[in-house]
């Protein structure tokens, strides 16, 4: 989930983005990125992404950008939750 809340232009390249990647990764439609309300973490200038737990148990995990994103680590995340 992007924060659709934060600084929009941010928030919306940081979506596309991560659906690349998810999607260059073979994910295609297993993994859905969305937009949500405010996560009320969110800087100014930046953008949150929260993972929900997913298939796995588990505590969600969020990410604040702020500038640079590190999609690796978002995305590595995000393999961590989907079933082997």
């Known amino acids: ?3 659709r809340e934060c600084e929009h232009r941010v928030a919306r390249r940081l ?3 991560l659906k690349e990647e998810l999607r260059a990764r073979g ?3 297993a993994v859905r990125v969305i937009e949500t309300s ?3 973490v969110c800087p100014s ?3 949150t992404v929260a993972l929900a737990s997913g298939i796995r148990p588990g505590p969600a995990r ?3 950008a702020m500038g640079a994103v ?3 680590a978002i995305v590595a995340a995000v393999e961590e939750r989907l079933p082997s």
């Open 38 to 40: 405010c996560l009320d």
């Open 1 to 3: 989930m992007v924060c």
């Open 62 to 64: 969020c990410f604040v």
């Open 27 to 29: 994910y295609g439609k």
């Open 70 to 72: 590190d999609l690796g």
């Open 15 to 17: 979506k596309g983005a």
């Open 45 to 47: 200038r930046g953008a």
